[in-house]
């Protein structure tokens, strides 16, 4: 997979996709793809959910869906994360998030 190439995937009931957060970071930013995950820095520490709960609320509205929508399938606990987005196609998830990428 290339770097700059964002990998979603079909997914039962949504679309899929890899993210690499970066916590306690300077500011909240979808930063870019690398190796097809999707690069997120994040100011929520990873203590008790506040990382995933800040995830979850800036993908939803980067995506334009509700943060609840955001599921995380995979990776809780790490910075590496599968997600899945309710409602959505792959199609449409990649157009959402490739207009606000940077």
């Not at 999707?38 to 800036?58: D, F, H, K, M, Y």
């Not at 955001?70 to 792959?90: D, Q």
């Amino acid at each position: 997979m290339r770097a700059g190439v964002l990998d979603v995937r079909e997914h039962q009931a949504g679309a899929s996709l890899r993210v690499r957060v970066k916590p306690r970071a300077p500011r909240d930013a979808i930063e870019g793809v690398r190796e097809g995950a999707l690069r997120v820095s994040l100011t929520a520490p990873p203590i008790a959910g506040e990382a995933n709960g800040a995830l979850q609320r800036l993908l939803g509205k980067a995506a334009r869906v509700a943060p609840s929508s955001v599921k995380i399938l995979r990776g809780a606990s790490g910075r590496e994360k599968v997600l899945r987005f309710e409602g959505l196609s792959a199609a449409e998830l990649r157009a959402r998030l490739e207009t606000r990428r940077h």
